[in-house]
């Protein structure tokens, strides 16, 4: 019966989601943009600024998981904006730059890495990089972040799991970032190094699942249920990395093809051979999680989770365009009824100017 009552509240997520997760992911939100409007560099309070304002809907969809243990909602809500948060700035502050070293960019992204691991020391980010001053706004972030997961009760059996999937999402930020005539040479030497353990994927879509913030906010939330085990995590990543993280960057990149083809920005969908391929690429990374997802604890949860995800990303009006609309409709057929519905909401909420 228990299990019974947890199904169907999953299934009802949608509604203290928008009531009353979103208003806090905004107040969040505000919270950090007034801290990014004290910064005294300029250049780095401009990147910071426009990180939050371009890539509030990151922060919109992440927060679905502070809903996992509702008696923790406000305090995971806090480390999903502020981790994400982190992630949008950094990734800003490697897209402006021209000329970043790969030890420049490692040095800014040890941030990610202290955030999610308590016992990680914390040192000068900005140390090789050439904007400096950001009033400890980063210092901030990262201090939010080690606050919230120090008060979640599982936290130090997820902690390794944590750090394992920043790590990689820091060698992704770094390779990605490097001079475009080695940056593709790089990822794939990188994918050979670990092909042994995702044997069904190509290189670009491994680094597309090492993109993804969505198994940290996972683990955190199944930390704050109580004590995780370590087959619960391998359970988790049995669906999440890398077929759940892979689909969410991979339609991340899906919606920006156009953008990024015209500024010449790397696109790991780009790297499929054809619109044919990449829509089998897509539809296969959804089936693999759809699949998987059944075996978790509360896989109405995880389900709500992907359709929303592709209802977030498909309702951005790039995924209506003429070469994307196939493989758009194709997507959400393939999600079902739930995706569809909420799909519609998203279109509702766009126009609302609320995501």
Not at 34 to 62: E, V, W
Not at 106 to 115: E, G, S
Not at 317 to 332: C, F, G, H, N, V
Request: net charge positive; with cysteine.
């Amino acid at each position: 019966m228990t299990a019974l009552i947890t199904q169907a509240r999953d299934r009802l997520l949608i509604f203290p989601y928008l009531l009353r997760v979103f208003p806090q992911v905004d107040r969040e939100l505000a919270v950090w943009r007034l801290a990014a409007g004290r910064i005294p560099d300029l250049q780095l309070r401009r990147q910071a600024l426009q990180s939050i304002a371009s890539k509030r809907f990151h922060c919109q969809g992440g927060s679905i998981y502070a809903l996992y243990t509702p008696e923790y909602t406000r305090l995971l809500t806090q480390f999903i904006v502020a981790l994400q948060t982190i992630s949008d700035y950094l990734d800003n502050l490697s897209d402006r730059v021209c000329g970043c070293t790969e030890e420049t960019l490692r040095q800014l992204h040890h941030a990610v890495l202290a955030a999610v691991d308590t016992e990680a020391p914390v040192c000068d980010w900005y140390a090789k990089y050439p904007h400096q001053n950001d009033g400890a706004y980063l210092d901030s972030l990262v201090a939010c972040c080690r606050r919230c997961l120090e008060q979640l009760p599982g936290y130090h059996d997820v902690r390794r799991q944590l750090r394992f999937l920043m790590q990689r999402y820091a060698d992704l930020q770094v390779f990605k970032h490097l001079d475009p005539a080695v940056r593709a040479e790089r990822l794939v030497a990188w994918f050979e190094s670990c092909r042994r353990h995702y044997p069904h994927v190509y290189w670009w879509e491994f680094s597309a699942a090492c993109g993804s913030t969505l198994g940290a906010f996972m683990l955190a939330a199944m930390a704050a249920a109580g004590p995780v085990s370590p087959g619960d995590t391998l359970q988790l990543f049995a669906c999440y990395y890398p077929w759940l993280c892979g689909l969410h960057i991979l339609l991340d990149y899906f919606i920006d093809l156009d953008e990024d083809r015209q500024y010449n920005d790397l696109n790991f969908v780009d790297f499929y051979p054809t619109a044919l391929a990449a829509e089998k690429g897509l539809l296969y990374f959804l089936q693999q999680a759809k699949a998987s997802m059944e075996k978790l604890p509360r896989a109405a949860f995880h389900r709500l989770v992907t359709s929303g995800l592709l209802a977030l990303y498909l309702s951005d009006p790039k995924a209506a365009t003429p070469e994307r609309k196939k493989i758009t409709q194709q997507l959400l057929h393939a999600a079902g009824a739930e995706a569809l519905w909420l799909h519609r909401i998203c279109l509702f909420l766009r126009k609302r100017g609320i995501i």
